[in-house]
């Protein structure tokens, strides 16, 4: 099943700057051919279920093997099954609106 997730991964005990994890969390989703976006409070992530769900649980592990004590993540997913549906999907109907009356279709 395809999902489309916004995940935060957040760090805790490192100090106040976590680029440093949040760089190798990014690279970890990538390497698992997931289509993943950074944003400025998270990374929206789309693909397999499972293969999200398994790179995540991926992340914490790397991040612990790092030295990080604990680690907070906050997920909202979404599936569908009455139509295929990717992130750009969901951006492009938005922005096609901004750029018309904005009115609903």
């Known amino acids: 099943m395809h999902v489309i997730a916004d995940i935060c991964v957040i760090p805790m005990g490192v100090g106040a700057s976590v680029s440093e994890y949040v760089t190798v969390a990014h690279r970890i989703l990538k390497e698992a051919n997931l289509n993943a976006q950074l944003h400025a409070y998270g990374t929206n992530v789309e693909g397999d279920f499972e293969a999200v769900m398994a790179a995540l649980k991926r992340v914490h592990e790397e991040l612990h093997r790092m030295g990080v004590p604990r680690i907070s993540t906050s997920i909202r997913l979404g599936t569908r099954i009455d ?5 750009a999907d969901k951006v492009r109907a938005v ?3 901004l750029a ?3 009115s609903p279709s």
């Not at 139509?83 to 992130?87: A, D, E, F, H, V």
Request: proline share 9%; hydrophobic share 10%.
């Open 100 to 102: 018309g009356d904005g």
């Open 95 to 97: 922005e096609e609106r």
């Open 83 to 87: 139509k295929p549906q990717r992130m």
